[in-house]
């Protein structure tokens, strides 16, 4: 399945860093998330975007910042990160059609804060 | 807030046993979806569940939502290598919003 992308897919960054990471969905779906997956962790919703247009942030630290400059790409602003920040970033997508809004997954970031 | 649990959080069994993961929600769910991921890999959706009382089947595996609607389970008859990963189940609390369970990772034994 290639209709989400994620970039990088792992990612290495000190603690005083900036990175980005970047997600691209070729489904032509109107909504797209950010979700945290942690070892011992459910999948844990980060932002959710609908049109553009932020609709849910989950009490996530600032130092994680979400960019949705159209509907089919979505970017998370990284920085001065801690290590227990480390885990498997995923985004996805959905579109709201007859009652079913199933999310495609990327492949995920795996990111490292060292 | 709402918490969705699944239990067991992990199950071993040996190929060709049945295998039963069960969704519990501290409220009454919306709509069920269900996913599995694969080790290394992300989540794949299987399947929505709407109607309380709703059964679907796929193949091997038979899906079902609770009456109350406060509980779902994921059923595996005859279990294959290939079902092995960590199933979660989501409740879609609004629209575009996403509870996901707490998984449970089933290993297979050949």
């Not at chain 1, 691209?24 to 049109?51: D, R």
């Not at chain 1, 990160?81 to 985004?91: I, K, R, T």
């Amino acid at each position: 399945e290639t209709g989400v992308t994620q970039t990088p897919r792992h990612l290495v960054m000190g603690m005083t860093n900036k990175k980005s990471l970047k997600c691209e969905q070729h489904l032509g779906h109107n909504a797209m998330y950010w979700y945290k997956q942690s070892a011992k962790k459910p999948l844990e919703l980060m932002f959710v975007y609908n049109f553009k247009e932020q609709t849910e942030n989950n009490s996530v630290p600032s130092r994680f910042s979400p960019e949705c400059p159209n509907s089919s790409h979505l970017f998370l602003h990284l920085h001065t990160l801690q290590p227990e920040d480390s885990a498997l970033y995923l985004c996805a997508s959905s579109s709201f059609a007859g009652g079913s809004y199933e999310q495609y997954f990327g492949p995920g970031t795996r990111l490292t804060v060292t | 807030g709402q918490q969705v649990m699944q239990i067991p959080q992990y199950q071993h069994v040996q190929e060709g046993e049945d295998f039963t993961t069960y969704c519990n929600s501290s409220t009454t769910l919306s709509n069920i979806q269900w996913y599995k991921q694969r080790p290394g890999g992300h989540p794949v959706f299987l399947i929505q569940l709407v109607k309380s009382g709703e059964v679907k089947k796929q193949k091997r595996l038979t899906f079902q939502f609770g009456e109350a609607k406060k509980n779902s389970s994921l059923h595996i008859t005859a279990t294959q290598t290939t079902d092995v990963g960590t199933y979660f189940c989501a409740d879609t609390s609004g629209t575009y919003k996403y509870i996901f369970g707490t998984g449970t990772r089933l290993k297979v034994l050949a």
